[in-house]
């Protein structure tokens, strides 16, 4: 990446170029962002930012990749496209501006405007994931079909962890595939004996503190080990997150 540099400055200050001609009404919507050199070089930002900047006269301006941006397109958040031999990510931090961005991504609107970027007549990027593809990065290596039969045992009482498990789960518990759209859920899975509900019928040997004698357990005890846990992120990353059409943002903070 570092060898394309001279050509992503390039179509940077042309970029942002065009960016600042666009008539900005609120200027308080606004948000920096960060892209890797091939995807500013792609010429795909300089497609569909405006786009959005038109519609939701947010300003979106782009920075130096390792300024500290906003917001930025790589591996980590949600799945923005596909194209280039990659599938790229966006991750909105915590700016709502941002998030809206994300939102319109994964939108009808923003689908069909990566859809409809063609350089020569081909469209070198699409809105449609793969889900394999989605996996490629793998952070966990644990044995996820260990991890899916833990999960249905142990958290299957209250979450649907799979197609296995549709039926008879809780309803009101949000599934596996939901929790894995957001965007910090490697955080939540890896601490959940934590966050409640889970502390007072969880017990990770060597981790947590045994149950006080006086509160015990309301409900029979998820007794489970830290490879347990291992196992269940290997299978919670390769869980296809579902498509809600938006990321599920009323849970994300
Ligand atoms: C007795 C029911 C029950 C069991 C068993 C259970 N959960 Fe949960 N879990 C819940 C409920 C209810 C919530 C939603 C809590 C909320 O919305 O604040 C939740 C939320 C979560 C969250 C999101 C937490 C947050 O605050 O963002 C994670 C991650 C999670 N569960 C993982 C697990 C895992 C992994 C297991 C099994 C090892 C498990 N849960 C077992 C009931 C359960």
Not at 240 to 249: H, N, T
């Amino acid at each position: 990446m570092t060898a394309t540099r001279p050509l992503w400055c390039l179509a940077l200050s042309l970029m942002l170029g065009s960016l600042a001609a666009l008539p900005v009404a609120a200027q308080d919507k606004t948000f920096t962002l960060e892209a890797p050199a091939a995807l500013v070089d792609s010429g795909l930002l300089k497609f569909i930012l405006p786009r959005f900047t038109l519609k939701t006269q947010t300003r979106i301006t782009l920075t130096e990749p390792g300024a500290g941006a906003d917001a930025r397109f790589g591996d980590s958040g949600i799945v923005a496209f596909a194209g280039l031999d990659t599938v790229w990510k966006f991750d909105a931090g915590d700016d709502p501006d941002a998030m809206r961005f994300a939102d319109w991504l994964r939108s009808d609107v923003g689908r069909n405007t990566v859809d409809s970027y063609q350089v020569d007549g081909v469209a070198p990027f699409t809105s449609e994931i793969k889900v394999e593809k989605v996996v490629v990065q793998i952070t966990y290596d644990g044995d996820a079909l260990r991890g899916e039969e833990v999960s249905l045992t142990h958290c299957g009482r209250c979450h649907v962890v799979s197609d296995k498990n549709r039926m008879n789960s809780i309803g009101s518990t949000p599934s596996f595939a939901v929790l894995r759209t957001l965007r910090d859920w490697e955080d939540r899975f890896q601490a959940f004996y934590v966050l409640n509900p889970h502390p007072a019928f969880t017990q990770i040997e060597d981790v947590t503190d045994p149950f006080d004698p006086t509160r015990p357990s309301p409900i029979a005890a998820v007794e489970m080990t830290l490879d347990d846990l291992e196992n269940i992120m290997a299978f919670v990353q390769g869980i296809a997150p579902a498509d809600l059409g938006r990321p599920v943002q009323s849970m994300q903070d």
